[in-house]
């Protein structure tokens, strides 16, 4: 009842001696992850208590991945950095990076982002939550506490404060997993990715989409739903309310004429058959609805 993570993956954590890095992997422990090790070239072979837990720093993620075959890294390095921490992962050939950092350069994102592809490594972010399959582990930020039931609703979601929002509002139903991607203009895990992954995972029942203003990244989703996705998915579009012509919070929030608007996202979503909420109460409910008629005709 997952994807991209469970509970057999082993995590390491990027500049987990780091404030943030302390912080998130005490809270990552705390939620169930199999943390590893962390990476800090300048602090290798000593160990960092967590609890009742104790933890080794590893040098580089080679070094970490071979000494515990860790297959998952969570990246909390600072942004002047975080490049050269993700080509580090992506030449471990390490099978996935949760790259949290908020800040990166652009041209930065774009260079690790293809690098990783050919190595095999996947991305999610950057300037991302992270991902979560309650039950199982926690790579990232995501509070647990408002997620902790597993379930089957799979969420993917542009936003974190919204990824947050309906996990808390479906807590009671819960979650096989959900995966916050990020809302930069280069990010690594897209909406298609993760669609196609719920799609194949057989604990998935329903999905989950959450979507902002700026870009296309939706519109491409709807056209993927109308020709692979058979499964029923639920939308929410945040932004109607944005003024046309302005950056709205993530740096790939812009729109131009009607390119973009949530509108326009709505209206393409909708044409191929998923419902969309006004509000991420409204969607969460609709949620429910769906969920409640699917069990009705299968009863019947």
Do not use: W
Not at 205 to 229: F, K, N, S
Request: hydrophobic residues 40%.
């Amino acid at each position: 009842m997952a994807i991209f993570l469970t509970k057999e993956s082993k995590v390491l954590v990027q500049g987990m001696t780091g404030g943030e890095g302390m912080k998130h992997t005490r809270r990552m422990l705390a939620a169930g992850t199999d943390i590893v090790g962390g990476v800090n070239p300048r602090k290798a072979g000593r160990t960092v208590d967590f609890d009742d837990r104790a933890v080794p720093v590893f040098g580089s993620v080679s070094e970490g991945m071979a000494a515990t075959g860790a297959d998952v890294t969570v990246v909390f390095v600072p942004p002047p950095f975080a490049k050269a921490a993700v080509i580090e992962a992506a030449d471990a050939r390490i099978g996935l990076a949760v790259v949290i950092t908020e800040g990166i350069p652009v041209h930065d994102a774009v260079t690790f982002q293809a690098y990783a592809k050919e190595r095999g490594t996947r991305i999610v972010g950057p300037n991302c939550p992270g991902l979560i399959s309650p039950g199982q582990s926690n790579a990232g930020i995501i509070p647990a506490d408002i997620a902790a039931k597993p379930g089957r609703i799979g969420l993917v979601s542009k936003s974190g404060t919204l990824t947050y929002q309906l996990m808390y509002e479906l807590r009671e139903t819960g979650f096989s997993s959900a995966v916050g991607i990020g809302g930069d203009p280069v990010v690594g895990t897209t909406h298609i990715d993760c669609l196609a992954a719920f799609e194949d995972d057989p604990d998935t029942e329903l999905i989950v989409l959450i979507g902002e203003i700026g870009g296309d990244a939706e519109e491409r989703a709807a056209a993927y739903i109308a020709e692979r996705v058979t499964k029923p998915v639920i939308g929410y579009i945040a932004g109607f309310t944005a003024p046309e012509g302005k950056t709205m919070g993530h740096a790939g929030a812009i729109v131009s004429g009607s390119s973009g608007t949530a509108e326009a996202k709505k209206k393409a979503l909708e044409a191929v058959g998923v419902r969309v909420g006004s509000t991420p109460s409204a969607t969460a409910r609709l949620v429910l609805d769906r969920l409640a008629m699917s069990r009705d005709v299968a009863h019947n």
